[in-house]
């Protein structure tokens, strides 16, 4: 009878693999140690994580920290010298700084769409070098035409790197060990106001070759960029199956857990296998979470992108001279840097996103409304760090809330394209958001600042309730009919043991 048993269940069709970054021959290392039900030893699944830490978060961090400091340095260069000696008078500045977005916002969805063809360990480095080059190249610039050109082939360059590098963590990270790493490359943000803020003061003070103090926060930050991309482009593996720092044992383990952590939602192919298919763009885009997140990331970026760009002028216009203006942006900065670390760990520890949206959303509130409130100095500066506290650690959130609801990996990609995408159309607002005919308290900037931040609180109230909802309908069985309905293998995030993060 056992022996009858035993030769049923190997006849049984063996579950349909999950993997979305494997290829053939790591499935059958799998396949011998581990099935879809077998967790991975506690103290191997560590190792994993640390090794992939050690070996990834570095490189990410540093190309992450160098696209802020490549985007937002004109913001340092303006009260160094760019404004007079390009002669950007009226709103000039505010529109170079538009045209950069119009290139980043067309190339999401595409970029994402193909790194896997170009493989990412390669193309994630080669778009650090392409706009490394170009950043060198905008201290060149003699005229308003030649900035408005630089710009905008800076945009096109870091246009797939955001989407590309969370669909890349995807292929390494359990969903749950999503978050955290986001903010390891992501609290590089805030850090690159303050480093940037620190090299600008110095390097406009260089005078040589014709060139005059601000061309040379492009010329040395545009090559630093060029020579990490460079070193970069021989750091990062492809997909888990081209893991070259890890034994045997670990990498099949490391596919193993990517199969386990998909609970059914992908489909029964490897990504060396899956091919494009429009099916899997519509899932992605007919979907509450791809439409809420991303509304709710275009309300959390335009904070984000108009204190970054123009911090240095705020401050500038509480009565400090440019280099001291500089040098407070630091402050702020790395106070942000440190929260968007802590968020991360205790997101990820309580598995929630949403909950941590609220609690940034008002912390960054309160910021805006004593700016808008106050008259005192030292209350408006204390404004901005929690302005910073609250809208850096948001950014990460969203996305990882995102990219934890979505798969498998052309949905992921695809969702996670589209939410960058819509968030950076903010940036034509947040471009704008500072005039200079509002200075020096500059309350219609603080005031649609702190409308979006509102929004992005309404909206992240409703996603919670969403999700809930959602997970109920799944663990009580109302959403199981999907499996008599339909192929389950491309039910994707639509399987009914699939649960959202909230």
Request: net charge positive; charged share 15%.
């Amino acid at each position: 009878m056992a022996s009858a048993d035993s030769e049923k269940k190997d006849r049984e069709p063996s579950p349909p693999s999950h993997l979305d970054n494997v290829n053939l021959n790591d499935i059958e290392k799998v396949n011998t140690t581990w099935d879809d039900r077998t967790e991975i030893p506690a103290e191997l699944d560590k190792r994993i994580t640390r090794k992939l830490d050690i070996r990834l978060m570095p490189w990410l961090f540093g190309m992450w920290l160098l696209a802020f400091i490549d985007r937002s340095n004109i913001g340092n260069a303006r009260i160094d010298g760019l404004a007079d000696d390009l002669k950007l008078d009226a709103n000039k500045f505010n529109i170079a700084l538009a045209v950069f977005y119009v290139p980043y916002i067309c190339y999401d969805v595409p970029s994402n769409l193909v790194i896997k063809y170009f493989k990412a360990g390669h193309y994630l480095p080669g778009l650090l070098t392409a706009w490394g080059l170009v950043s060198m190249c905008t201290g060149f610039v003699k005229s308003y035409s030649g900035l408005l050109a630089a710009r905008f082939f800076l945009g096109l360059a870091e246009g797939g790197l955001l989407g590309g590098m969370i669909v890349y963590l995807a292929m390494f990270y359990r969903r749950h060990q999503m978050l955290y790493r986001i903010t390891l490359f992501y609290c590089a943000a805030p850090l690159s106001g303050a480093f940037g803020g620190l090299l600008a003061t110095g390097l406009a003070k260089i005078s040589s070759g014709g060139y005059d103090g601000w061309p040379f926060i492009f010329f040395v930050e545009g090559a630093i960029t060029v020579a990490f991309g460079l070193v970069v482009l021989f750091m990062l593996p492809h997909t888990p199956s081209d893991i070259k720092f890890m034994t045997e044992e670990e990498k099949a383990a490391c596919i193993a857990r990517m199969r386990l952590d998909a609970h059914g939602s992908s489909a029964d192919e490897t990504v060396d296998q899956e091919k494009f298919n429009w099916y899997w763009v519509r899932r992605a885009l007919l979907n509450v979470n791809t439409i809420v997140l991303s509304l709710n990331f275009f309300a959390i970026i335009t904070p984000i992108y108009s204190f970054s760009l123009f911090l240095p002028t705020i401050i500038r216009s509480l009565g400090y001279t440019a280099v001291k203006a500089q040098l407070l942006t630091v402050p702020p900065n790395m106070g942000a840097f440190f929260i968007v670390l802590l968020v991360g760990v205790m997101s990820d520890k309580y598995r929630m996103r949403g909950p941590f949206m609220l609690a940034g959303c008002l912390l960054a509130i309160i910021g805006y409304i004593m700016l808008i409130a106050s008259t005192r100095t030292l209350v408006q500066y204390g404004g901005t760090f929690f302005v910073a506290a609250g809208i850096f650690p948001s950014s990460p959130l969203v996305m990882g809330w995102l990219s934890n609801n979505l798969a498998p990996h052309y949905v992921r990609a695809t969702g996670t394209g589209f939410q960058i995408m819509i968030a950076n159309m903010a940036a034509f607002i947040a471009t704008f958001t500072y005039l200079q005919d509002d200075a020096p308290r500059y309350i219609t900037g603080h005031s649609i600042n702190l409308g979006m931040l509102c929004l992005s609180l309404a909206l992240t109230v409703f996603h919670i309730f969403y999700c809930r909802w959602e997970n109920n309908k799944r663990a009580t069985g109302q959403r199981d009919h999907r499996m008599q309905e339909e192929n389950e293998a491309m039910l994707g995030y639509r399987h009914p043991r699939f649960k959202y993060t909230i």
